[in-house]
């Protein structure tokens, strides 16, 4: 069993053998944050608070399991939100102790990685992971269980974050990723001309402030914002991320030739992105892997069962987070 509660969802998964879903429960404060078009870390961590437990008995149901068929409780305990990590930080320690599992402490992002196995088979090894979130933007070499090589991350604003605030200034709703991706299918992405932040350093970094302060500035110049002007923004901006976001993985690929390519996070459910991924995957022979189903693109509780599954049967030997025990530090393992 995986929960994860790092942000606004109060999520809980349960997997067999670390990729065959049995459930994947999720309630989301969506509706609450809507309001306030971004996440208020104390009402997402009230939200969970109030959540969480009926969660775990949905899950439990939906996958027809008792706590008898659990093995091995996970959960996410970082980065994230203080309030909503602590929601299910303490709920996993409380049921482990009860049931007599081993808890596993999750890394969110290892999290993310594992949403490839979901549905498939075993981590294929070695392999390039980009990893797109409204927390974070990476790029990993995943040699091994335990061996990750950060090979860049965003100096500041993660990709989803720049699409969240840029989708408040058109005054769409929130979250902006999806609702962006919505509008520029009617627009022209070569309307207006975005920059392609840190295209032309050669270190495998991400930033995605100054794209943020480009858009102020168009619509700083546009005397009427109509649909079809929205619609070009949102195009233009999308397509300006995307290919920024390609250009690094071409970049990582020529040092690290994997055979295979993971593509994670909410932002990888963006068809562009996908698209252009896929094409360029497709020139050089490579694999590319998006996770089977959107809703393990964003945060969920499988993702975090599988790679606790895998980190607990790999680390079994030296195992020392027997019940209470939690491993607080926040590295990629
Ligand atoms: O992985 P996730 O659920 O949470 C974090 O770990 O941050 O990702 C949420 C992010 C949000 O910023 C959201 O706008 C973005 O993923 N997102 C998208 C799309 N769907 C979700 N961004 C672009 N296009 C989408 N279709
Ligand atoms: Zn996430």
Known sequence: MGIETSCDETAVGIVKNGTEILSNTIQSSLILHKKTQG????????????????????????????????????????????????????????????????????????????????????????????????????????????????????????????????????GLDFPGGPEIEKLAKKGNPKAFDFPRPMAQKSNLDFSYSGIKTAMVNQLRKIPELTDQVRADLAASFQEAVVESLLIKLKKAHKIHKTTTIYLSGGVSCNERLQQIIKNYCDKIGVELYCPIQKILSTDNGAMIASAGYFKYNHLKSDWNYKNTEMNLSHDLV
């Open 39 to 170: 996440v208020v870390p104390e009402v997402a961590a009230r939200d969970a608070f109030s959540k969480i437990l009926s969660v775990v008995d949905t899950s439990l149901s939906e996958a027809n399991c008792t706590w008898a068929d659990i093995d091995i409780m996970a959960c996410t305990n970082g980065p994230g939100l203080a309030g909503s990590l602590m929601v299910g930080i303490e709920t996993a320690r409380t049921l482990a102790y009860i049931y007599d599992k081993p808890l596993v402490p999750v890394q969110h992002i290892s999290g993310h990685m594992y949403s490839n196995v979901l549905g498939r088979d075993i981590p294929r090894f070695p392999v390039l992971v980009l990893t797109v979130s409204g927390g974070h933007n990476n790029l990993i070499l995943w040699k091994n269980y335990f061996e990750f090589e950060l090979l860049g991350e965003t100096l500041d604003d993660a990709s989803g974050e720049a699409f969240d605030k840029v989708g408040k200034m058109l």
